[in-house]
């Protein structure tokens, strides 16, 4: 079993700033790479960011430019820094692994952006 232990949502005003932090812990073998999921309600769960076991990062489209994803290989934990937040951010955002036998989730934090 693997799990993921997130920290760091909360709410914000428009244009603030918040970090997110996530410790894996368990069966971890081969860690492909960590990242960031969100969902907010009504829609589908989409990626915001993730990074690979070499430092390889992939950001949805949306917050390109704003937010920025960093990895403890060591440690196994990843962890987003969201700066210039926007109402459209209010989204329960996931901790994932993506390893060789599957990907992990954590049970997210919810991230409330007030305009």
């Known amino acids: 079993q693997v799990q993921l232990v997130e920290s760091g949502g909360g709410l914000v005003q428009a244009g603030g700033?918040?970090?997110?932090?996530?410790?894996?812990?368990?069966?971890?073998f081969e860690i492909n790479a960590m990242g960031w999921y969100r969902q907010a309600p009504g829609k589908e769960r989409e990626l915001v960011a993730t990074i690979t076991t070499g430092g390889q990062t992939i950001y949805g489209d949306s917050v390109k430019g704003r937010f920025t994803v960093s990895r403890d290989n060591a440690k196994n934990t990843v962890s987003l820094q969201m700066n210039a937040l926007k109402f459209e951010d209010t989204a329960v955002y996931y901790c994932a692994v993506h390893q060789g036998e599957g990907d992990y989730w954590g049970r997210g934090t919810q991230v409330t952006v007030s305009s």
């Open 17 to 28: 700033s918040l970090r997110l932090s996530c410790a894996a812990s368990g069966r971890l």
